[in-house]
């Protein structure tokens, strides 16, 4: 059965959404690598922040140190968007299959198709490792890559639910992943909103 979710997401925000996953198994990350993770994650999820934040007009309001700062951060989705198209280039096969997911900053859970041929954690044992790869916007061919444990797994129904704790997030990525967190609840709830009235 595992530990329950709630246990493992905590209780604060979840973001819930249907994206591109996979798994690979193996030895969590440390040392040189993990670094290497943190680092790229923390890339991914700058690039995805500023893809969410468009200031134009804020920019021209105020000249000077706006604009500045506007400038700065084109810069910045110059510099993603090379890397991303040479990532590209070297890309031959397409996207994993996208998948319902729960995460908060700490874990996810990750549910599918119980009898899917792949891409999915089967008869996984709990404590096993890995890492997880989720593409967290499709503007963003570039995955999340996450080292983390598995903690348990369950089968409701016809779906399997996959618990997976991270392990050896930097501070710096657990803030950035509360950030996208909070900004798509508040995308949620303004898409509420927008339906109500």
């Known amino acids: 059965m595992g530990i329950m979710l709630e246990s493992i997401l905590g209780d604060g925000l979840i973001f819930e959404e249907v994206l591109p996953v996979s798994w690979t198994p193996g030895p969590l990350a440390d040392g040189l ?7 790229d994650n923390h890339q991914l999820l700058g690039a995805e922040s500023s893809l969410d934040e468009v200031r134009v007009h804020e920019a021209l309001k105020d000249e000077s140190a706006a604009l500045l700062h506007e400038l ?24 994993p299959a996208a998948q319902r997911v729960r995460m908060s900053s700490q874990a996810m859970e990750w549910f599918a198709d119980h009898h899917a041929p792949e891409g999915i954690l089967k008869d996984v044992p709990s404590g096993a ?52 967190i909070f900004r798509h609840h508040r995308r ?10």
């Open 72 to 95: 700065q951060r084109l810069e910045y989705k110059v510099n993603i968007l090379l890397r991303l198209t040479a990532e590209l280039s070297l890309r031959s096969s397409g996207l």
């Open 33 to 39: 690598i993990l670094s290497r993770l943190n680092a």
């Open 188 to 197: 949620l709830v303004a898409g509420a909103r927008l339906a109500a009235s």
């Open 129 to 180: 490792t890995g890492t997880v790869a989720i593409y967290i916007n499709p503007a963003l061919p570039q995955p999340l890559k996450i080292s983390c444990v598995v903690s348990g797994q369950r089968i409701i129904e016809e779906t399997r639910s996959t618990q997976l704790r991270f392990v050896g997030l930097s501070d710096a990525v657990v803030d950035m992943l509360e950030k996208l």
